[in-house]
């Protein structure tokens, strides 16, 4: 189950344990992990899309949890994909298929489940898609 994860990764606070938690289940296993981080963009109507955060924010988020990762003896891998904003949980979950990922790890912003339930978290939308583990880190 945990020879290969997927790690989704963003710019919050909570993406530090997420990965040191993927780092402990790998060793455990001696697995492997995608770092996966989704790079979303805003629809502004007639205006298009816009870019949330560049494709350099984007690369140097995933190449830090990678190095991090690698210098624990973790074999590693990066990608970021890119959706609309809204979208990043069947991202997600379509890599964590494609990786053939036995669980996803991701973290939860703490919204409380009232607003979770009107917002919709991304964790919370990826639980439900996924046809696998997932582990939320708080």
Not at 8 to 20: C, G
Not at 49 to 57: C, F, Q, R, S
Not at 81 to 86: K, L, P, Q, S
């Amino acid at each position: 189950m945990y020879e290969r994860l997927l790690v989704a990764v963003d710019h919050s606070e909570v993406s530090e344990r997420v990965l040191s938690a993927a780092q402990e289940l790998a060793q455990l296993s001696q697995g492997e992990v995608w770092v996966l981080h989704v790079r979303e963009r805003e629809s502004l109507g007639r205006g298009g899309l816009v870019d949330i955060e560049t494709a350099d924010e984007a690369q140097e988020t995933v190449d830090e949890a990678v190095q991090e990762l690698a210098r624990a003896g973790v074999k590693a891998h990066g990608e970021i994909r890119r959706t609309i904003y809204g979208y990043a949980a069947r991202e997600i979950v379509d890599s964590a298929g494609e990786h053939d990922a036995g669980t996803i790890v991701m973290g939860s912003k703490g919204r409380g489940d009232l607003a979770g339930l009107v917002l919709g978290s991304t964790a919370h939308k990826v639980i439900h898609l996924a046809d696998r583990p997932v582990l939320v880190v708080r």
